[in-house]
T-cell receptor
């Protein structure tokens, strides 16, 4: 079954804790992305990675960190420095990849993070 | 000014109506245009994907791109209650891997 798998679906974090959201893809895309979605708002880009071992900050990177050690995996860590982490987090893959093949973005089903 | 503007709605129509959803953008370098449907608490799913200008049809859905006006549209014919969702437009340039999204239009199709 191909696609983007995000886990967990729901995550609860205590104040001051770091938590890591998982994103795995088997679509063989070079580029992967993390977005944050707040109620009634569009998608805001946190980080993106165009290739293994490389990533760039998006529009709202403060308080977040990522790694890209494998093509299939792009985990996002929400650190205690993120002041308002409660949101719906979406991982995506796609864009221009190897041999300049262009595709659309494909999304996972999201992780809902709540601070308790 | 945002790169991509989209009316948030909500848009409420009766079942069977033709729905028109629109986005405007400011960057003339955008060449790839997408429409996504997002149900509540789910990830966006791709509906239509077009390159450059013109029309593309897929079943009840038609996507239009007018690059001269920097305007894209999604038409839904014979709308169904199951079409009730938030619709997001997205776009990007040829050689830069960053997608720009509209804020989404919430559609409600009443039986």
């Amino acid at each position: 079954d191909g696609g983007i798998t995000q886990s967990p679906k729901y995550l609860f974090r205590k104040e001051g804790q770091n938590v890591t959201l998982s994103c795995e893809q088997n679509l063989n895309h070079d580029a992967m992305y993390w977005y944050r979605q707040d109620p009634g708002q569009g998608l805001r880009l946190i980080y993106y990675s165009q290739i293994v071992n490389d990533f760039q900050k998006g529009d709202i990177a403060e308080g977040y960190s990522v790694s890209r050690e494998k093509k299939e995996s792009f985990p996002l860590t929400v650190t205690s420095a993120q002041k308002n982490p409660t949101a719906f987090y979406l991982c995506a893959a796609g864009g221009q990849g190897t041999f300049l093949v262009n595709t659309e973005a494909f999304f996972g089903q999201g992780t809902r993070l709540t601070v308790v | 000014q945002k790169e991509v503007e989209q009316d948030p709605g909500p848009l409420s129509v009766p079942e069977g109506a033709i729905v028109s959803l629109n986005c405007t953008y400011s960057n003339s370098a955008f060449q790839y245009f997408m429409w996504y449907r997002q149900y509540s608490r789910k990830g966006p799913e791709l509906l239509m994907y077009t390159y450059s200008s013109g029309n593309k049809e897929d079943g009840r859905f038609t996507a239009q791109v007018d690059k001269s006006s920097k305007y894209i549209s999604l038409f839904i014919r014979d709308s169904q209650p199951s079409d009730s969702a938030t619709y997001l437009c997205a776009m990007r340039t040829y050689n830069f891997n960053k997608f720009y999204f509209g804020s989404g239009t919430k559609l409600n199709v009443k039986p």
